[in-house]
């Protein structure tokens, strides 16, 4: 199983940015994927989820309305679209998959938000 972020950028508050998650090494339309992100000394959170079909999507709070999750099953590669960008959001980006009750994690991809 292998999880590739990119799309980490310095960005202006206000702006807007789009994270790619490229899979491979398992049947990526079977499985959910989520993204999650961790900013300096604060624990890592969820920040949206998406099913393998990409019927059903969910989001944190704070991100609700600002971020869109979405999949490209033809591509085997999961999306984080951010709009209304806020200092606060600057932190790794990290996808993630659940295999058989096992995590796996990509490398991450940073997102700094300036003021």
């Known amino acids: 199983v292998q999880l590739v972020e990119s799309g980490g950028v310095l960005v202006q508050s206000g702006g807007s940015l789009r994270l790619s998650c490229a899979a491979s090494?398992?049947?990526?339309?079977?499985?959910?994927m989520s993204w999650y992100r961790q900013a300096p000394g604060k624990e890592r959170e969820l920040v949206a989820f998406?099913?393998?079909?990409?019927?059903?999507?969910n989001y944190a709070d704070s991100m609700k309305g600002r971020f869109t999750i979405s999949r490209d099953n033809e591509k085997n590669t999961v999306y984080l679209q951010m709009d209304s960008l806020k200092p606060e959001d600057t932190a790794v980006y990290y996808c993630?998959?659940?295999?058989?009750?096992?995590?796996?994690w990509g490398q991450g991809t940073q997102v700094t938000v300036s003021s």
């Open positions: 993630k998959v659940r295999i058989i009750g096992r995590d796996y």
């Open positions: 090494g398992f049947t990526f339309s079977s499985y959910s």
């Open positions: 998406i099913s393998g079909a990409g019927g059903i999507t």
